[in-house]
């Protein structure tokens, strides 16, 4: 059993140590919150998000395929190695997606896809950014001249700070509850319960949020906080929402995905033109190349070790 759980335990501690980023990497970067308190916030809602809303998307990836706990191990190792190769030669990686195509990689040789279940993950994916570039346009268009309407400095940093707590800690619960179905999902009805599964891969999404997720997130944070303090944030709540949503859904996505889609819709409602080129390739290739990678890997990794 603890054989079968090492590719969880790597690939969540991989998963928090990047994805944490998404979340406080524009409030931490800029100095608004601090860096240890941060991750602290993060761990524990990444964790409540998980145990308390979970349970739909553990479900969706357990259904993906109905094969053993070794096949299913074997599937999310793949998923880990492609997140880990893709990541050291820079190109745009989505961990729900890799995860997806592990499973569904080994699944093929076996016989044992779900394919109605694939389909409405693979919709998921791609409404993802354009849900929550809509979200963040309107929140930004509702919210931005109450804001603008504020004269007091003062009053306006406190504000953005107070809102970068919230917007951190909803988004940390929003990762655990949607992302901890990439981590422990596949092995949900085959090693694993529901409430197992959940704590297991809530623990480890934490632990990679606590150790080496400074660097991540301050790269991160830098990239996005070009918008400014106020646009960031929208784009972080949109993020945020977008994930929840999805977490309800019970289909695991792309945080990487939802933030460049708030970034785009806060952008978009600023009158900053922000779409370009790079971030399209970058999610269509996440669509598409991610899977595909992580699939390949996983159907060798099974041949070879079975």
């Avoid at 859904?249 to 978009?268: D, H, R």
Wanted: charged share 10%; glycine share 14%.
């Amino acid at each position: 059993m603890i054989l079968y759980l090492i590719p969880s335990l790597l690939l969540g501690w991989g998963l928090g140590r990047n994805d944490s980023a998404n979340i406080f990497g524009p409030p931490v970067a800029n100095g608004i919150v601090g860096y240890k308190w941060a991750i602290l916030t993060a761990a524990v809602f990444v964790i409540l998000g998980a145990i308390i809303g979970g349970a739909a998307g553990l479900q969706t990836i357990g259904s993906l395929s109905s094969g053993t706990a070794f096949e299913s191990s074997i599937s999310i190792l793949g998923g880990a190695i492609s997140v880990i190769t893709m990541t050291y030669f820079g190109l745009p990686v989505s961990t729900s997606q890799a995860v997806v195509g592990g499973i569904v990689g080994v699944g093929i040789l076996k016989g044992h896809v779900n394919w109605f279940v694939l389909a409405k993950i693979v919709i998921c994916w791609i409404t993802t950014p354009l849900g929550a570039m809509v979200i963040g346009f309107v929140i930004y268009k509702l919210t931005a001249p109450w804001f603008s309407r504020i004269r007091s400095i003062r009053l306006q940093d406190k504000l953005i700070t107070i809102a970068a707590w919230l917007a951190g800690a909803y988004g940390a619960y929003a990762l655990g509850a949607n992302n901890v179905a990439n981590v422990t999902g596949a092995l949900v009805g085959k090693l694993l319960s529901v409430q197992e599964a959940a704590l297991i891969g809530g623990l480890s999404i934490a632990i990679g949020a606590l150790t080496f997720s400074k660097r991540v997130m301050l790269t991160v944070g830098k990239r996005i906080i070009e918008l400014d303090h106020f646009s960031s944030l929208i784009s972080i709540f949109a993020e945020s929402i977008t994930v929840w949503i999805y977490s309800i859904i019970g289909v695991p996505v792309s945080t990487s995905q939802a933030v460049v889609g708030g970034v785009l819709g806060a952008g978009l409602a600023r009158g900053t033109s922000l779409a370009n080129r790079g971030m399209l390739y970058r999610i269509l290739f996440g669509w598409i190349g991610t899977p595909v990678i992580a699939g390949l890997i996983s159907q060798g990794l099974y041949l070879l070790f079975k």
